[in-house]
């Protein structure tokens, strides 16, 4: 297949998925979206393990344009969400547009002629203007670096890669890690399986999960009066933005969640020296801060078995503690997260001067406004560096992401300009900032080690550190002044070129 088109996406998520939406309410139909499994939907077609669920309201954690009265929950499980991106991709007349089955694995930016290379997975080539990443920070499954992880002769398996043909019923089974997956899942299987050795490195703050339907007089309202659901969702808005003070301004603040973690945790576990290792040892908000209900009642069965100790090897039919002690195993199953500060491979994408965009992010990933990067023209990505959130929907703030790209590709057609480069000086500058307003945060000071931090620098390349009205605020118009231009025609060979800004043509 192959050929050219004016924009290349990748991804069928919430970010992809919504840039395509946008894209034709434009008038822009000249684009491809490329999905590397067989579905659209993104992490919540990959992550189908038992108990798949968002831990953001489900009127907020959904698209401003496409709400969706019909939602069974409060907070969404992830076949209905699945489900929704889906009949999003009917209503809007994207499906046309997607490749399903189709991974990109090589970007090449060609300087001379102004346009991106894409190499897929089935041996075809694409050209395209404009490149759109959406493959976002929560799509390759990170693994632990235990020895012997590889001689292991039973059944094993990541939770996002979850065997649903293959039993646990009476099955002793081993699961390392207990994050966010993890205290959904375990739940799920323990009623079924005859043993379970939980590994925990690090215990995380559990709170209780408001949970509930949602009644069927409400989904009736909110079809007959849509407008009703929009004030319930800006009332889930402003609560939750009430969250960046305790977050990211004031951390003493988490002084009263804790207390209510704590309360939760002693109403649930009567086990004083179990209760004892799943009680955190940093402060609230550290580590990204999870909802269960049913979490607790499951570590506690007896069999259970809570091993704080560590992993020193796995074996072929087993796993040895760091105190030594071997404990035989059928199934193994990896609750271990993803490589959110690593989201981008070395030897995927390539911008000008063949830098590898990979390797440019060793030190951790950097970008202006969390969409464009120095190097690499026309190129746009949607939950890119410190566009995650630790307070809110990160659909508002994916949303706030296409608007400015949407702008960009407007400014680049009424200007005749064949492509934009952010100046190095005002990625710098941007990322300054960023990190300056990170550094008293709870996230970078609370004491944890997290995900959300960079384990080759340290800096916090996930998170963005304020209210998220701002981050669209910052977003609202594209800035031609922070980018150098070439114009339309241009082969670019005398190099870049800066046109005149917009207002001063």
Known sequence: MGGHHRVLIIGS????????????????????????????????????????????????????????????????????????????????????????????????????????????????????????????????????????????????????????????AGKRVAVIGTGASAIQFVPQIQPHVERLDLYQRTPPWIVPKPDRPVRPWQQRLYRAVPAVQRVVRAGIYTLLEGRVLPFAIAPRLMALPRRQALAHLRRQVADADLRRKLTPYYTFGCKRVLIADDYYPAVCADNVELITSGVREIREHGII?????????????????????????????????????????????????????????????????????????????????????????????????????????????????VQRRLSGTVWNVGGCRSWYLHPVSGRNVTLWPDFTWRFRLQTRRFDLQAYHRVPAGDSGAGGRQVMPAEGQA
């Open 13 to 168: 998520g919430f970010a992809g998925l919504g840039m395509a939406i946008q894209l034709k309410a434009y008038g822009e139909h000249d684009f491809v979206v490329f999905e590397k499994e067989r579905g659209i939907g993104g992490t919540w077609w990959v992550n189908h393990y038992p108990g798949c669920a968002c831990d953001v309201q489900s009127h907020l954690y959904s698209f401003s344009f496409a709400l969706n009265p019909d939602w069974s929950r409060r907070y969404a499980t992830q076949p209905e969400i699945r489900d929704y991106l889906q009949r999003c991709a009917d209503r809007y007349g994207v499906c046309p547009h997607v490749r399903l089955q189709t991974a990109v694995e090589h970007l090449q930016w060609n300087h001379g002629g102004q346009y991106w290379t894409l190499t897929d997975s089935n041996g075809d080539t694409w050209t395209g203007d404009i490149v759109v990443s959406g493959m976002g920070g929560l799509s390759r499954p990170a693994f632990p670096d235990v020895p012997g992880i590889e001689r292991f002769r039973g059944h094993a398996f990541h939770s996002q890669q979850w065997d649903h043909d293959h039993t646990l």
């Open 321 to 433: 503690d760091a105190d030594g002690r071997e404990r035989q195993v059928d199934t193994l199953i990896f609750g271990t997260g993803f490589s959110a500060a690593d989201p981008i491979p070395e030897g995927m994408i390539f911008g000008r001067d063949g830098r590898d965009l990979g390797r440019e992010w060793q030190g951790g990933p950097s970008a202006y406004k969390g969409t464009t990067v120095t190097g690499f023209p026309n190129l746009f990505m949607l939950m890119g560096p410190n566009t995650g959130l630790g307070h809110s929907s990160v659909v508002y703030m994916i949303e706030s992401q296409i608007r400015y790209v949407l702008d960009a590709i407007r400014r680049m057609d009424r200007h005749g300009i064949a492509s934009v480069e952010v100046r190095p000086e005002a990625q710098h500058a941007f990322n300054a900032r």
